[in-house]
Nanobody
Framework: QLQLVESGGGLVQPGGSLRLSCAAS???????IGWFRQAPGKEREGVSC????????NYADSMKGRFTISRDNAKNTVYLQMNSLKPEDTAVYYC????????????????WGQGTQVTVSS
């Protein structure tokens, strides 16, 4: 049983940066970790994902070049570095875990954190 806890959200001005963390308790070997976000009135969407080894990453098109996902398996932590933030990035950000490969479909993830709010506003 994995438990995931996100942190690092907050209020930032457009063009600013934030780094989100997803700390996992439990055995994470073999689990891909994905970041998702959900804005009010919108469906949850995939942001990025990293394989269990960290050797493979993917990003939604609107995040490419701005967001970077990484993981430190020794610390059981996955990070999402977000740069050049835009007001449309405002959402609750969640991390989630599933065995084996990354996928952008949230229904295929087994474990979820509680979310952290990111607000981009001047």
């Amino acid at each position: 049983q994995l438990q995931l806890v996100e942190s690092g959200g907050g209020l930032v001005q457009p063009g600013g940066s934030l780094r989100l963390s997803c700390a996992a308790s439990g055995f994470t070997l073999g689990y891909a970790i994905g970041w998702f976000r959900q804005a009010p009135g919108k469906e949850r969407e995939g942001v990025s994902c990293i394989s269990s080894s960290g050797g493979s990453t993917n990003y939604a098109d609107s995040m490419k070049g701005r967001f970077t996902i990484s993981r430190d398996n020794a610390k059981n932590t996955v990070y999402l570095q977000m740069n050049s933030l835009k007001p449309e990035d405002t959402a609750v950000y969640y991390c989630a875990a599933r065995l084996n490969r990354c996928t952008s479909s949230p229904i295929l993830y087994d474990y979820w954190g509680q979310g952290t709010q990111v607000t981009v506003s001047s």
